[in-house]
């Protein structure tokens, strides 16, 4: 790290606690002002969102956003980022080689456009949802909140912390069919009127229908609240994850299609696929209200990460012969991250112009070791080994490499960033920013330090990009519930952290992708309790990467173009209906390939075109609900090839709940009602995800 972990503390605790007694003396409060700024929870049920970072209504917001409640999450049973992102239009999963969450927002496939409260969690890893209060999902590039990354939108978790305004504690329990089950528990408490301690815990047992898939998870999260005046609030966070599971990267295809009548075959090696990870995370946060009109907070964040995962997984099947190929290797990254990020946010007139005003700054630095040894296989004198098929495979004796990459990187960036929403009368607000990114990259290649500096690659190499990131939208408001806007901005992702690990260390790879988002929507708060929100979209990619699909652990730089369209209606039909529906129309392809002289671009992988969602929940009675869930997905390359491609499927889903009392809940949940055969997503034309059959879950929570 460039700087001390305590100074950079210091810092910002000294920056924002100490500014109360100057403001205190210096700022009058206006008595126009508007109710005290609060960002970091909602009001208005679900109408804000913690990642706009400013208490802006979703109604006036010129981007699409999506919020899954910890209620919704809970009764629908997800478990995963993956299942959330389902009943989310615009985004579709991918397998993420089955060790991490791994998403397409808008075309844009990313394993880094993570946030936790906020800040960058980019960390390949599975994210558990124990502790969280919602997930928050924006598409669209905008660079401006968020920094580099984001070219297609974002994934922000927003997670729980204590309260002073009463005692609880929730335990939870759930198995489903195939033995797949979790105990978590949320207790809180009230230690006086200022001070306040919770704890997040959950333990997972994973399992489903593939052979030998197994593995366990656990976490905890205390959080501890300190209101240290009426203008101050400090929250003291620390989460552990330990997650130990088997790899499954599914099965290959056949023919242009994935392979059928093995649904359940595991295609590795159960002795030897496996990941693993442990992450320690800690957060402080303080929020200052220098004024009624003025809020400051700042966030210091540490984590280290430390995972592993190995495989052996399929990358051919020759039905005439009978055989099956398999390639492996065995990954380590460990990696220390500092984030410091202070927000400064401020509502004010000039004469009958309203202002919500945010600026901010953030550093933040990452280093990174990585290693990779491949299989090597006695048979063939490789790492990829060829042999007769059975089920369940008799893989030929293997061992690993001596590394075939060893890489260190160093990232720090430091950025700057205004954004002015102004409401120029009832009818017209317009949203102005820009931010400023500087990024130093050091990277040190010890194979090529060893290997010298005949080739030309010495194995150091450092890059340094700055860029300026615009965000500008229109917005019209025939009425106070209808908002109609038009948005531009652009976003922009240097080579760095896991980015050195798969390129080629040249000069064309160390340029930043650049991504441009163009939308136009409407959002409509039909009332208090129900919502539309409709837009068309175009996003750009420039100088981006892509999975080779001639070599699954390589990356190509390619130009991509994505277009569409999104519909989403949430919220209340009638006092006991409850709906969810999305619908997304989406059209990718690559921009600028030539072949033999002629424009051969290619649609882009795991991209549906049309995808649907439908969640109803209706309450029959004061003890009993019911709920139906639908979800539909058209057909979709598995790669750039656009040779293997997932078919079409309809997945129903089914729960019915039961109010024993106030403290006692119980549901069942049943994924897959009519057994649907389908493939959900993949990773490459040979590593596809076999879709559960019918599943059923039973779950118990208990609050007192």
Do not use: C
């Not at 366990?216 to 130990?244: C, L």
């Not at 990779?372 to 495979?393: G, N, T, W």
């Amino acid at each position: 790290m460039k700087l001390g972990k305590a100074t950079i503390s210091t810092a910002v605790l000294l920056a924002l606690y100490g500014t109360s007694v100057l403001a205190q003396e210096n700022i009058t409060e206006s008595e126009e002002s508007v109710e005290r700024i609060t960002v970091r929870g909602a009001f208005f049920g679900q109408q804000v969102a913690t990642a706009v970072k400013t208490p802006t209504l979703l109604v006036n917001v010129p981007q699409s956003v999506s919020v899954v409640s910890a209620a919704q999450i809970s009764e629908q049973a997800l478990f995963s980022i993956a299942d959330v992102m389902q009943y989310t239009p615009g985004v579709s999963i991918g397998l993420g080689e089955d060790h991490r969450d791994q998403v397409t927002i808008r075309g844009q496939n990313t394993t880094a456009d993570f946030f936790v409260d906020g800040l960058r969690d980019d960390v390949q890893y599975f994210r558990p949802l124990y502790n969280l209060e919602r997930v928050e999902i924006l598409r669209g590039a905008n660079a401006l909140l968020f920094g580099r990354g984001g070219g297609g939108g974002v994934v922000n978790r927003v997670t729980k912390v204590a309260s002073s305004a009463e005692d609880f504690t929730t335990l939870s329990a759930g198995i489903d069919t195939f033995g797949a089950g979790s105990i978590s528990i949320d207790t809180n408490k009230a230690i006086d009127a200022n001070n306040a301690f919770r704890f997040n815990g959950v333990f997972d047992s994973i399992d489903n229908h593939r052979d030998f898939k197994d593995g366990e998870r656990y976490a905890i999260n205390p959080t501890y609240t300190w209101m240290a005046n009426d203008d101050t609030t400090v929250v003291a966070s620390y989460e552990y994850v330990n997650d130990d599971r088997l790899v499954d990267r599914g099965i290959p295809s056949l023919d242009g299609a994935p392979l059928e009548g093995y649904d359940d075959t595991y295609f590795g090696d159960p002795d030897f696929n496996n990941t693993t990870l442990e992450a320690h995370i800690a957060r402080v946060r303080v929020d200052h209200a220098l004024s009624q009109s003025w809020n400051l907070n700042g966030t210091v964040q540490f984590a280290d990460y430390d995972k592993a995962y190995q495989n052996l997984y399929p990358v051919n099947f020759d039905a005439d012969a009978g055989t099956v190929t398999l390639d492996g290797y065995r990954d380590t990254t460990t990696r220390e991250n500092a984030l410091v990020q202070l927000n400064l946010i401020g509502q004010f007139a000039t004469g009958d112009i309203n202002h919500t005003l945010l600026t901010g700054m953030e550093y933040g630095s990452q280093d990174t070791e990585n290693t990779r040894r491949d299989a090597f296989f006695a048979d063939s004198q490789d790492d990829q080994v060829s042999f007769v098929f059975s089920d369940p495979l008799v893989i030929p004796s293997m061992t690993l490499t001596d590394p075939v990459r060893d890489r260190a990187s160093d990232v720090t960036f430091t950025s700057a960033f205004v954004q002015d929403e102004i409401k120029l009368n009832e009818n017209w607000i317009v949203v102005a920013g820009l931010r400023y990114d500087n990024f130093d990259i050091d990277v040190v290649d010890s194979i090529e330090v060893a290997n010298g500096a005949d080739d030309g690659n010495s194995g150091f190499l450092s890059s340094s990009d700055s860029q300026v990131s615009p965000r500008a939208g229109l917005i019209y408001k025939p009425a106070e519930s209808v908002s109609i806007y038009a948005s531009y901005s652009k976003s922009f992702l240097p080579r760095s952290g896991d980015q050195f690990l798969s390129l080629s260390l040249t000069s064309q790879a160390l340029e930043a992708e650049e991504f441009e988002n163009k939308e136009i929507g409407v959002k409509w708060n039909f009332s208090d309790s129900l919502s539309v929100t409709a837009a068309a979209f175009e996003v750009e990619r420039e100088n981006g990467t892509a999975q080779d699909p001639n070599n699954p652990e390589a990356s190509i730089l390619t130009g991509t173009e994505t277009k569409g369209f999104e519909v989403q209606v949430v919220g209340k039909l009638s006092e006991r209906w409850v709906i969810n529906a999305g619908y997304s129309n989406l059209d990718g392809e690559e921009m600028g390939r030539i072949v033999d002289g002629a424009l051969a671009n290619r649609d882009l992988a795991q991209l549906p075109e049309h995808m649907l969602t439908l969640w109803n929940q209706y309450e029959v009675n004061d003890k009993w609900r019911v709920a139906l869930g639908v979800i539909y997905q058209s057909e979709q390359y598995a790669s750039l090839n656009n040779t293997v491609e997932l078919p079409d499927f309809v997945r129903v889903d089914a729960a019915v709940y039961y109010d024993y009392s106030e403290d006692v809940k119980i549901q069942l949940n049943v994924e897959n009602v009519f057994d649907e055969d389908y493939f959900p997503s993949a990773h490459n034309d040979n590593n596809i995800a076999t879709g559960e059959p019918l599943n059923a879950r039973v779950s118990l929570q208990y609050k007192f």
